[in-house]
T-cell receptor
Framework: GDSVTQMEGPVTLSEEACLTI???????????LFWYVQYPGEGLQLLLK?????DKGSNKGFEATYRKETTSFHLEKGSVQVSDSAVYFC?????????FGTGTSLTVIP | KAGVTQTPRYLIKTRGQQVTLSCSPI?????VSWYQQTPGQGLQFLFE???????NKGNFPGRFSGRQFSNSRSEMNVSTLELGDSALYLC????????????????FGPGTRLLVL
């Protein structure tokens, strides 16, 4: 069935380090892919999205490219900040339902 | 445009009681989905409502139910509460397009944190 698998955490990085959070998916058809971010005590906020193969979503220095050949949508940032500390969720919209990964907790230390 | 709002934000109940949570979607959005988030199980889909009809349902017992009103506001009800129902309940809204549903984005509310004692 349709699903999303993302990198287990937690991830701890120093400020200005590079970030990659892996996400792969299983789906038929032409799904849309998303990254959401959740700060403590809050709901999920849309970070970026891509709706077709080879699309690159970007926001706040984060990027992810929809790779149909590898069924992946890895989240990357070149230089993380303390304020990026949060839980990141990869998600898939098949048109019938949204599927979410288990979340990856990121802590950035000064 | 106002975002998705959920009330109440926090709730404490005891086992056996029932609870009703409310969600107001973004203006113009006709689809409302509910999720349960727990540390152990992550984000689990409960159900989706569109035009006052349940369009999709996850694998939760019948104690979990919902409804949607003509103004797209939605309520979720949990009857006979169990300790394991303690969770953050998230509501998400989307446009609810007639076609191209795979292109839609869900926008989340801040959640209702339910504690069952």
């Amino acid at each position: 069935g349709d699903s999303v698998t993302q990198m287990e955490g937690p991830v701890t990085l120093s400020e200005e380090a590079c970030l990659t959070i892996n996400c792969t998916y299983t789906a038929t058809g032409y799904p849309s892919l998303f990254w959401y971010v959740q700060y403590p005590g809050e709901g999920l906020q849309l970070l970026l999205k891509a709706t077709k193969a080879d699309d690159k979503g970007s926001n706040k220095g984060f990027e992810a490219t929809y790779r149909k050949e590898t069924t992946s949508f890895h989240l990357e940032k070149g230089s993380v900040q303390v304020s990026d500390s949060a839980v990141y969720f990869c998600a898939l919209n098949t048109g019938n339902q949204f599927y979410f990964g288990t979340g990856t907790s990121l802590t950035v230390i000064p | 445009k106002a975002g998705v709002t959920q009330t109440p934000r926090y709730l404490i109940k005891t086992r056996g009681q029932q609870v009703t949570l409310s969600c107001s979607p973004i203006s113009g959005h006709r689809s409302v989905s509910w999720y349960q988030q727990t540390p152990g199980q992550g984000l689990q889909f409960l159900f989706e409502y569109f035009s006052e009809t349940q369009r999709n349902k996850g694998n939760f017992p019948g104690r979990f139910s919902g409804r949607q009103f003509s103004n797209s506001r939605s309520e979720m009800n949990v009857s006979t509460l169990e300790l394991g129902d303690s969770a953050l309940y998230l509501c998400a809204s989307s446009l609810g397009l007639a076609g191209g549903r795979a292109l839609e984005t869900q926008y989340f509310g801040p959640g209702t944190r339910l504690l069952v004692l």
